[in-house]
């Protein structure tokens, strides 16, 4: 199986198509990687080897037909936050730590549907709060990445940490991720893939553990962006069960990496060039914006004037509406219960035991800003304020089509130098969360590397409904950037 690691998903379906290869060999390659290397990197909190190759045998029985969907044989990994009917689904939290869904989520049934195979499901920052995937039930995932002049453990960035390391690894060909603040986009550039996040209402929620529920949305994490295409076109579509979902077609993705730059206006927002921003950071930018250039785009400055009240506002809205969604893990219908002696006692003692630390910091704060006396003062403001974020992006693209920031401001950290003020962990968020505010589209690509060797990614943000047009700047860069480095911990490389 020389080379099988080298397949992109889009690659590997063509093979499969032309019978170079079987979908029974391309899962069994990719479970024997998961074996090999998934001690080192914690990506998986459930493995389902054994559904997968009967998954498999489907599919090449449909193929052998010239039967199958677009994703007829081709291995990806869950995030563990999309209900699996009969799949242990824990949203990387204790309180979950057996359940066991009857049902499927919409985007997973839809992946199914169109033939994909589920290798198991993937860790993540305990119900999708935080920013390196530290704060899991099951241990942190770690970055496959290492810097050159060290051995330290990398975070993968959060929350779809799991999932971004099993893709940058070559564990699996494709992941699912939700992103609420950043949560696709941030850790697909540490380690250096693609993820989209699409519009608000693309993707549905329904059988997605919610975290914010007005902020939540379901995307695509792969190797590249033809990959996050294909998968985002399986993924997305209109979902009666999800009152959020907007029923639009869902577009030929894939066909939109052809359609080039030429004439297209990418705006710059001045108020991304924040203080104490990297040097590398800041010349990573301004290539992207020659790199636009030379394919053909105008690069026009723009302003977002409310983007400094981006991360506070998001902080009070995506936690008020976390602490009213975990209020149904009680104990009592589902979930991990502590017995008590009384009522109110078995609230407590479950709580206290089935949430992390992250989590019972958020839900206090939640609580807190939606309490009587603060409920005006803090979220009914920051709704507010929310509006004028989503006007300012509004206005913004009146004179361009896409706007071009970094992804994050930095690259991956190690484990150990993670900030002891939680504050200062919400600033790995501070490009990527006023697109989530907004409710617009936005995705991640590999551009280069850091001094260190760890990857760095720019952020391509769009109109409503317009991923089209964001695939094509995002392709345009992935030309240009042409990020071919692979980590150090990969399923293509000899131990």
Not at 310 to 327: F, R, V
Not at 397 to 423: I, M, R, Y
Request: charged share 20%; with cysteine; glycine share 10%.
């Amino acid at each position: 199986m020389s080379g099988i690691h080298d397949f992109t998903l889009a690659s590997a379906r063509d093979a499969l198509k032309a019978r170079k290869i079987s979908a029974v060999e391309l899962t069994n390659a990719h479970i024997d990687a998961i074996e090999r290397l998934d001690g080192q990197l914690n990506s998986f909190i459930t493995r389902t080897p054994d559904q997968a190759r009967e998954a498999a045998k489907a599919s090449d029985e449909a193929l052998a037909k010239d039967e199958g969907g677009s994703l007829c044989g081709i291995p990806l990994g869950i995030k563990d936050l999309f209900c699996t009917n009969g799949v242990r689904t824990t949203a990387a939290s204790k309180i979950l730590g057996n359940f066991v869904p009857p049902y499927e989520s919409t985007v997973t049934a839809n992946l199914l549907k169109d033939g994909a195979v589920f290798l198991g499901k993937l860790n993540l920052d305990e119900f999708a709060m935080g920013s390196a995937n530290l704060n899991s039930a099951f241990g942190p995932a770690v970055n496959p990445w290492k810097r050159k002049d060290s051995d330290a453990k990398l975070v993968p960035g959060g929350s779809s940490g799991g999932s971004a390391a099993a893709v940058a690894a070559g564990l699996v060909l494709g992941a699912t991720g939700t992103d609420t603040g950043g949560s696709i986009r941030q850790p697909a550039a540490f380690t250096g893939i693609a993820g989209i996040k699409p519009t608000y209402g693309r993707c549905s929620r329904f059988g997605t553990i919610a975290f914010a529920s007005s902020l939540d949305q379901a995307g695509p994490m792969a190797r590249n962006l033809q990959d996050c295409a294909i998968l985002l076109e399986s993924m997305a579509g209109f979902d009666p069960r999800d009152s959020t979902s907007v029923d639009t077609p869902v577009p030929n993705y894939e066909a939109s990496l052809k359609r080039g730059v030429k004439g297209l206006r990418v705006g710059i927002p001045k108020e991304y060039h924040v203080d104490g921003m990297p040097a590398e950071i800041e010349a990573l930018w301004q290539q992207g914006m020659n790199w636009l250039r030379d394919a053909g785009a105008e690069i026009v400055e723009v302003s977002l004037p409310h983007t400094k009240y981006g991360l506070p506002t998001y902080y009070i809205a995506a936690l008020a509406e976390a602490s009213s969604n975990l209020a149904r893990y009680d104990g009592v219908r589902f979930g991990e219960r502590v017995s008590a002696p009384s009522l109110d006692g078995l609230y407590e003692a479950s709580r206290a035991a089935g949430f992390g630390d992250e989590v019972k910091r958020r839900i206090l704060i939640g609580t807190h800003v939606l309490s009587s006396g603060y409920y005006d003062a803090y979220y009914l403001r920051a709704q507010k304020v929310r509006t004028l974020i989503q006007q300012d992006f509004l206005k913004a693209f009146e004179n361009v089509d896409v706007l071009l920031t970094p992804t994050a401001p930095s690259g991956a950290f190690a484990q150990d130098e993670k900030p002891s003020d939680p504050v200062q962990m919400y600033l790995n968020d501070v490009f990527t969360v006023p697109a989530s505010m907004a409710g617009v589209p936005a995705l991640s690509v590999p551009a280069g590397l850091d001094a260190r060797g760890v990857p760095l990614g720019l952020q391509l943000i769009g109109k409503f409904f317009d991923e089209e047009t964001l695939i094509a700047a995002g392709h345009a860069i992935e030309q240009a950037a042409a990020f071919h480095h692979r980590p150090t911990i990969h399923a293509g490389v000899s131990a």
